[in-house]
């Protein structure tokens, strides 16, 4: 499985960095959306895959495997980073646009001041 | 209402004595705490609640049968090459009238045969459906009306207008 | 006991609808057509936790699926609020 | 991160950990904004408000050397030899293209922006060269930067405020009718110059002692050169906004800055002075922590010791 | 958006995600849950009730500000933290005592709740300034 | 107190504006007693220094830099001190005259007593890095200093060519001493110098011996590194004679001499040293006679004397070098007295053109007096002491034979023809008419070169005031060992005396046929001033750098984005390619077909958000992508992220949704050709990833803390969700600066929505857009 | 018994879901789409949560099992509602196979208001900037 999902990392990287290099900013933003998904995956797929068991001490016996909650805490943090940074990336978008009136990112290169 | 908690409390009782809250035993000390107020309806005094828990029950049930129905005609549609349906956009007079009411009947119409609810006009007197299997426009409204809002109706409207149909 | 066996089965089912939802949602053609798609594989995906709950006898999962269905709904209203207020301009795309 | 290490340093084939290594690098590397990835930094700095712009002048890219020197100096030190190495590279073309980023603008807050460029191949510098002393260089030069790179966006800003541009061509005269303003400039100028005895000049002797140490000659010439071109921009703006007579259309005549806007400069410019005089506690304690740094056990002793 | 179904489910569903919040926050600390998820969800409810009626009226109902949400929520986590430190722990040192209530059981009470609990409002105030200043536009 | 005599000068130079608002130009006399005070100090300490036993002082500063505040007093050292303070009084008092009424008088003083100050610093310390410090700051101050009249274009252009000359030279200085400190285990100078041997066997010495030399030279204007000392004569006169004959100049000189012992006596030191030192001489001579301005003419006759200087010290000898340290006092108080007197002539006339003035004697006696003295002094004629200084060049050249000596003696040639252009000609030649009518100068600036003059006169004629006290003891601290230096006035009838005598009619030769020779000389030497080089890499540079900047700073930010996922790809490659990093996984589990089902959603569902031309049907797949990657995260044993992935996706959902409305559909805006170059940078970006990932797998990052994290929850944290428990206790600082960022992006936004639009209109004011100007 | 009923109940849940799918893929518009996600799918999910409530057999599994399925059969019909409503605005248009409309033209293009089937049918505005809007 990990092999799979490997190749599902780099296809969502792959298209997230398709996404990223396209000239409308709209475009970028699901890039960036994609982008997250990838990180996500990678770190959580190079931390080793556990199938089943969560993270969970049962009360008084502790489970024999369980996954490993280190990375998860670290997803997890990463995954509302993300959200926040998404957020603010399509409003800082919305703002541009209704101030440039343009979409595309290389017109908006005469604004850079 | 207040019977319906008092119904539950009881069941509760009955779990707490017998020791094990598994969803059989919540279910049969609702049962038995039910029978138990039945009993004790006089002291009580009369409320509509011992008509209204079957007749609940009995819509319940009765709605189940027709989602299974629906989703088998669905299914039937679905798997077979050919379309059997007769599709319409139908306006379905109401009688409900609060929000709740059609809000719920509303909802249940999408959940049952053939008819999904798309809207409900500014003044909240006429239900719009898409119904899938329309050959009779009259039939489906009946249908609603008759299944349906009569059903609901006498549940949340009580005993009041239990003799009304 | 045969769980095993039938939790396959229905994983199978679950996974075949998740793609044919797919379908949907990469073929439209109208942007509703689409929410409808993304709003079924919400619906499986609670199916497939309570399927994953039972398959791995972890009772903790029911609760993942109880937040799915709330989330599943808000997408659709959402999707719907954006198709209402932006009438036909979705066609415009 | 103590446990980290271990895992590292013991098990794993090096090979994957370069490679991890190496997109560490490029994540901190934009955020610090190191060559060739510094793209976003002059374009974004001097949009903001200035007071914004000085603020992430301090800090911003500080957190992403900083994370660059926690890592590399904790975690991945495996293959020095190559990732160590590509750090001196990045650090020298980081510096060079910085400075002469600088070099080439005449709005002030741009060149300004461009010199925390090279201010962080500084800090990549010390690095890189991964001995005490050389982390000990970076760690200085961060707390150097910080102070001295603010005061002069601080300073841009009060010239803003009361010449009404950033544009070296349209400003002047201002040393006659700011004088005070021109020293608070010259100050964290020339401690970014590395002039002496101020703060930028203990940071690089600092990393010019421990790159001579460390034989690597090529990148202590670079720095050098470097900083003579940092001098070269600082005496650019000298020259321009300080020296030159004003403009011509007597219009736009500088007013002078309320001292409430001068104080906060004034506050830094002569910190980095003090920082400069008094440098030896601030040194000693940034050798401590270069020590720290160059010598993971310790930290893994502060942070396992106590933990379980 | 004028359906009032929507409005009626929405007004009826709001106090069970709310509950349903709660929950996830109490018990996050042994199960899956906690703050993060509880908090998102609490969000989740303001964001649906924001959609069925109009940003401007979820406002007026949430009463407080997001944003002084998102401060208060740092604040219960800063002040989680330095408890630890004003008892010569570490900041952010969890500390904990032991409730017992007759009749219900022991309690365990810790500074990691009201961290949690500072999470959770943090992220509600997140998600409700994020939506509503968006549905305003 | 000699940290206190050196802290005096910065002291004075604070105050110095206040005093001078208050007392205007004659505050000099006031400010001028500080440094005359110092004189007398230093002064008083010269016995004990001749007697061998040095002033010591120190302070701690940097010790793990090797850098403490250690200053030593020995007789080089206050030779110089004396040379600084001294002149600094008459500078002082000069600068008050010269510059009467100007608004910045306070501010030159200021700036002159700092300069003095660190050139005290610089000749009195004994470590090499706390030299560096005040090195620089001489360089600093000297900066502001030429630059005085900086309301000229000029002048801010020599100002900035000084600077960067000779703080260049300091940064090749600094890695210098570092290396000369590490060859010899210390920064203590009076410690180095007894380590010569430790020194000279490092292999270290070569590239400390060539930077420092670097540094000395810049410093000292030699050749090729002249050419800043004669532009830097846009400074006003005081600061001419003070920095660019007596003291700055000769901090190089200085470095030399106080250096020779330890880097001295090997062959790479003798020709290095000398053969510069010659080539300066002979160039700074020359060029001298080309010159008209009394004030360029005098720079370039300084920079020969530095050349000879340079020279001596090479030479290395003992006669050498006591000939070295009287040469160093006389050329300061004579070409400071003719540097003062230009100023005084210029003052009066209005003119520093040589061939415009003449006779000025009758309404200019005392200056001509201290002119007149000076220039017989630098001419080498008897009594004055820079006869005594020649001769023992003379004496020392012969030495090592007579065609050295014959150099010298055409150089000091050239040198008498330029006294006799500036202190003969001016005003006991044929009068000219002049624009102005010249009076005398004030006092203030008659005082400082008669004094100049007056030394020259009173250590000719009794250099027992000197030798065995001061200049002797010099002499011996450059050598390392012990000199007997005796000077007299008469030598009896040696070469040096005939080589004299040659030096001073070729010299007056030379001055009769002057006018002729100018212009030839000028054009012959031209291709020597090696200051164009400095403009062309003033030119190239800004070249370099625009050009660079250009490329690099396109501003197109897709161009940026390609160039950064370039990089990734390409280092990351290379990584995974070198010793053979990449490897398939070795614990790879079977996956079930369900597995592979998620795995083609979340794959298809990427590729439609990149294909689909409706933006939400992009975010639907993105949505999409999302559930499938929540449903590994539950497969997979982590049901927190799960839940929280399917949250975060929905309110993503509904974020992009709202925005939506606002934002443009999508465009197409690349060509195909683009497109195929993007999908391919993505595609292998992608296959890295994979690469990456496929080798990364069951490399467990942490290991050895998990099972802690796991045991410890239940006790410590009161948890059993072990994510939780980790979350709001073990690693608590991280959630709360992650709750911190969460809160920073929400105001932003909200920042963002509700601020007022102020560039409605879209076009950025030309104000806000330097580019638009620049034309990039 | 309890194992064998919730594996029933899984079979006939993941039947249904599948016929929703196939339903959502196979229908010729929106509105018979919309039928089968919310009929067959909420009835499968409900059926799957019934057979994790046998399975578990715990009153806390249970009463979440049956919250779910409370809270789809509350929400898949007004999601279904409101999408289908939002379609009809945005004009999507019916199976050719449609037999009638009741629905068309009294929505109020402006407002939203819905009108009654009484009211007089107003000419729809696409018969007349059909290619305006573009």
């Not at chain 2, 969803?23 to 609640?49: E, M, S």
Request: proline letters at 5%.
């Amino acid at each position: 499985m990990e092999t799979v999902l490997a190749f599902v990392i780099g296809g969502l990287y792959a298209a997230a960095i398709y996404m990223l290099l396209r000239r409308s900013v709209v475009k970028l933003l699901i890039g960036l959306g994609l982008l997250s998904h990838a990180a996500n995956l990678l770190i959580f797929t190079a931390a080793g895959l556990t199938r089943g068991r969560a993270p969970v001490v049962t009360a008084g016996a502790p489970a024999a495997v369980i996954a490993d909650p280190l990375p998860q805490a670290l997803i997890l943090t990463a995954i509302v980073i993300g959200f926040g940074v998404t957020a603010f990336a399509l409003v800082l978008v919305f703002r541009v646009y209704s101030t440039l009136r343009t979409d595309n990112l290389d017109r908006m290169r005469e604004a850079d001041a | 209402m207040s019977h319906f908690l008092l119904n539950i409390l009881l069941a509760l009782t009955w779990a707490a004595l017998t020791g094990g809250f598994t969803p059989a035993n919540l279910l049969l000390g609702f049962g038995l705490g039910f029978l138990a107020l039945q009993v004790a309806r006089r002291p009580l005094g009369q409320t509509g609640y011992f008509s209204t828990l079957p007749r609940m029950a009995a819509f319940v049930f009765f709605f189940l049968v027709e989602m299974i129905i629906a989703n088998l005609r669905v299914a039937a549609d679905v798997l077979t090459p050919r379309w059997h349906m007769r599709p319409r956009v139908l306006a379905v007079p109401l009688e409900a009238a609060t929000d709740v009411e059609i809000t719920l009947l509303a909802n249940l119409v999408s959940l049952t045969p053939g008819s999904l609810n798309l809207d409900v006009s500014s003044d909240r007197r006429v239900l719009y459906v898409h119904a899938m299997y329309a050959d009779d426009p009259e039939l489906v409204r009946r249908q609603i009306k008759e299944g349906f809002e009569r059903r609901l109706l006498r549940i949340t409207r009580g005993l009041e207008r239990e003799d009304e149909p | 006991m045969s769980t095993g066996g039938v939790t396959s089965v229905v994983f199978g089912a679950l996974i075949l609808a998740f793609l044919l939802a797919f379908v949907r949602l990469a073929r439209g053609p109208s942007l509703p057509d689409r929410v409808v798609a993304l709003d079924l594989m919400a619906t499986l995906a609670v199916g497939f936790i309570a399927t994953y709950a039972v398959a791995t006898g972890q009772a903790l999962y029911v609760d993942l699926a109880l937040v799915l269905a709330l989330v599943a709904f808000l997408g659709t209203v959402a999707f719907a609020h954006y198709i209402e207020k932006g009438g036909r301009s979705w066609r415009r795309i | 991160m103590a446990a980290k290490l271990h895992a590292l340093g013991s098990v794993q084939p090096p090979g994957v950990i370069t490679a991890l290594a190496i997109l560490f690098l490029i994540a901190f590397g934009i955020k610090a904004a190191i060559f060739p990835l510094f793209f976003w930094l002059p374009a974004s700095y001097h949009t903001p408000q200035v007071e914004v712009s000085a603020l992430f002048a301090g800090l911003l890219t500080k957190v992403g050397a900083y994370s660059l020197i926690r890592v590399f100096s904790l975690v991945f030190v495996q293959d020095t030899g190559f990732t160590h190495t590509l750090i001196l590279i990045l650090a020298g073309l980081t510096m060079l293209t910085g400075v002469l980023g600088a070099v080439a603008q005449y709005d002030m807050r741009r060149l300004l922006s461009f010199h925390i460029i090279s201010q962080i191949g500084y800090l990549l510098m010390g690095l890189g060269l991964l001995t005490p002393l050389s982390l000990a260089g970076a760690v200085f030069f961060i707390f150097h930067v910080s102070v001295a790179k603010t005061a002069l966006f601080l300073v841009s800003g009060i010239i803003h405020r009361t010449a009404g541009t950033y544009d070296l061509r349209r400003l002047g005269g201002l040393y006659r009718s700011q004088p005070g303003l021109a020293i608070l400039f010259l100050l964290p100028a020339l401690s970014l110059a590395g002039l002496p005895p101020l703060s930028g000049f203990f940071g690089k002797l600092t990393l010019i002692q421990a790159g001579l140490s460390a034989r690597s000659p090529l990148i202590v010439g670079l720095a050098l050169g470097v900083s003579l071109l940092t001098l070269f921009s600082m005496i650019k703006i000298w020259n321009e906004a300080f020296w030159k007579p004003g403009p011509a259309d007597a219009a736009q005549a500088p007013g002078r800055a309320k001292p409430g806007l001068l104080l906060p400069t004034a506050i830094l410019s002569a910190l980095t002075l003090l920082i400069g005089l008094g440098a030896g506690p601030v040194m000693s304690l940034a050798q401590r922590a270069g020590t720290q740094l160059a010598d993971p056990g310790i930290y893994i002793l502060t942070v396992l010791g106590s933990a379980p | 958006m004028t359906s009032f179904i929507l409005t009626t489910t929405a007004r009826l569903l709001m106090p069970l995600l709310f509950m349903f919040s709660l929950f996830l926050y109490a018990r996050g600390h042994n199960e899956p849950g906690g703050g993060f998820v509880a908090g998102l969800v609490a969000g989740a409810a303001w964001v649906l009730y924001a959609l069925a009626t109009d940003a401007a009226q979820a406002r007026r109902a949430l009463r407080v500000q997001p944003q002084s949400l998102i401060g208060w929520g740092l604040l219960a986590a800063l002040t989680s933290g330095l408890i630890g430190l004003v008892l010569g722990y570490p900041f952010l040192t969890g500390q904990w005592i032991r409730l017992d209530l007759p009749g219900f059981g022991a309690f365990e009470l810790g500074t990691p709740l009201l961290f949690d609990l500072g999470v959770y409002l943090t992220v509600l105030g997140v998600t409700t300034t994020i939506v509503f200043a968006l549905a305003e536009e | 107190m000699i940290i206190a005599s050196v802290a005096a000068g910065f002291g004075a130079a604070l105050i110095a504006p206040v005093v001078t608002r208050w007392l205007r130009h004659r505050a000099g006399w006031l400010l001028g007693t500080l440094p005359a005070a110092l004189a007398l100090y230093f002064a008083s300490l010269i016995p004990q220094a001749a007697g061998g036993s040095a002033t010591t002082a120190r302070l701690t500063w940097v010790e793990d830099l090797g850098l403490s505040l250690s200053l030593r007093a020995d007789s080089l050292s206050l030779l110089m001190a004396l040379l600084i303070s001294g002149i600094g009084a008459l500078v002082v008092v000069y600068a008050g005259g010269y510059l009467k009424g100007h608004p910045a008088l306070g501010a030159l003083y200021a700036w002159i007593l700092a300069f003095m100050a660190s050139m005290l610093g610089v000749v009195l310390a004994d470590n090499l890095l706390v030299l560096f410090v005040f090195w620089e700051l001489t360089s600093i101050t000297s900066f502001i200093l030429i630059g005085f009249h900086h309301d000229n274009e000029q002048a801010r252009a020599a100002a900035l060519q000084a600077l960067l000359v000779t703080a260049g030279g300091g940064l090749a200085l600094l890695p210098g001493l570092v290396l000369l400190g590490m060859a010899g285990g210390t920064f203590e100078l009076s410690e180095l110098n007894l380590q010569a041997a430790r020194i000279q066997s490092s292999p270290l010495f070569g590239p400390a011996l060539a930077l420092v030399l670097i540094g000395a030279f810049t410093k000292s204007a030699q050749f090729p590194f002249h050419f800043w000392l004669p532009n830097a004569m846009a400074a006003p006169t005081p600061v001419s004679a003070y920095l660019h004959s007596a003291t700055m100049v000769k901090a190089g000189v200085y470095l030399l001499a106080r250096l020779s012992p330890a880097l001295a006596g090997g062959p790479a030191w003798a020709f290095s040293v000398g053969g510069i030192g010659a080539a300066t001489m002979l160039l700074g001579g020359a060029m001298a006679l080309a010159q008209t301005d009394l004030k360029r003419l005098l720079a370039y006759s300084t920079i020969s004397a530095l050349g000879l200087l340079t020279l001596l010290i090479g030479i290395g000898t003992p006669h050498a070098l006591e000939a070295a340290m009287v040469l160093l006092l006389a050329h300061a108080l004579y070409k400071g007295a003719l540097f003062l007197v230009a100023g005084a002539v210029e003052h009066e006339t209005g003119t520093r053109q040589a061939p415009l003035l003449g006779g000025l004697a009758r309404a200019m006696p005392w200056t001509a007096a201290a002119a007149g003295l000076a220039m017989l002094s630098m001419a080498g004629l008897p009594p004055l002491l820079g006869f005594i200084s020649k001769e023992l060049v003379y004496e020392s050249a012969f030495e090592l034979g007579w065609p050295l000596a014959v150099t010298i003696a055409l150089t000091l040639a050239f040198s008498v023809c330029v006294s006799g252009v500036v202190g003969l000609v001016p005003f006991w030649g044929r009068p000219k008419p002049l624009e102005r009518h010249p009076h005398e100068a004030p006092p203030s600036m008659t005082f400082g070169p008669l004094l100049l003059g007056g030394l020259s006169l009173v250590f000719g004629l009794a250099p027992g005031l000197i030798d065995g006290r001061l200049a002797g003891p010099a002499a011996a601290a450059a050598l390392g060992a012990p000199v007997a230096l005796k000077l007299s006035l008469w030598h009896g009838l040696t070469p040096a005396l005939g080589l004299s005598a040659a030096t001073l009619v070729l010299g007056l030769g030379l001055l009769v046929f002057i006018r002729l020779m100018r212009t030839r000389l000028h054009a012959a030497l031209r291709p020597w001033g090696s200051e164009r080089v400095y403009q062309a890499g003033l030119t190239a540079l800004n070249l370099a750098a625009r050009g660079l900047t250009q490329l690099l700073q396109s501003g197109y930010h897709r161009r940026y984005l390609t160039i950064i996922v370039l990089t990734t790809v390409a280092a990351g490659t290379f990584t995974l390619m070198r010793s053979g990093a990449f490897n398939w996984p070795a614990a790879d589990s079977p996956p079930g077909y369900y597995e592979l089902g998620v795995a083609l959603l979340i794959v298809a569902a990427a590729v439609m958000a990149v294909t689909t031309s409706s933006r939400l049907g992009a975010v639907a797949a993105m949505g999409a992508a999302g559930y499938g990657v929540a449903l590994i995260y539950l497969i997979f044993g982590a049901p927190d992220l799960a839940m929280t992935q399917f949250l975060i996706e929905s309110l993503t959902v509904i974020l992009f949704v709202l925005a939506f409305h606002h934002l443009p559909p999508f465009a197409r805006l690349t060509t195909v050709s683009e497109r195929a170059g993007d999908a391919a940078l993505a595609l292998a970006a992608g296959a890295m990833m994979t690469a990456l990932v496929l080798s990364a797998v069951g490399v467990q990052l942490y290991p050895s803390i998990s099972p802690y994290y796991v045991q410890a929850a239940e006790s410590l944290a009161h948890a059993r969700n072990i994510v939780n428990a980790i979350l709001v206790d073990f690693r608590g600082i991280d959630t709360l600066g992650e709750i911190c960022v969460l809160a920073i992006s929400a105001l932003g936004v909200f920042a963002l929505l509700k601020m007022p639009r102020r560039k409605a209109e879209g076009a950025p004011t030309p104000e806000a857009d330097p580019q638009a100007e620049t034309g990039r | 018994m309890a194992a064998y009923l919730s594996a029933a109940f899984m079979l006939i849940g993941a039947a249904f879901m599948l016929i929703a799918a196939l339903g959502v893929v196979r229908f010729p518009d929106l509105f018979m789409r919309l039928h089968a996600s919310t009929k067959s799918a909420t009835l499968g999910v409900g059926c799957l949560m019934v057979a994790a409530a046998l399975q578990f057999e715990s009153l806390a599994i249970t009463t979440r099992a049956l919250a779910v399925v409370v809270f789809l059969f509350l929400t898949a019909p007004v999601g279904a509602h409101v999408l289908g409503r939002a379609a009809y605005f945005s004009r999507i248009p019916l199976w050719d196979g449609t037999l009638s409309d009741d629905l068309r033209g009294h929505y109020d293009a402006s407002t939203h208001a819905l009108a009654g089937p009484e009211a007089p049918r107003v000419p729809l505005p696409e018969e007349v900037d059909e290619e305006q809007g573009a």
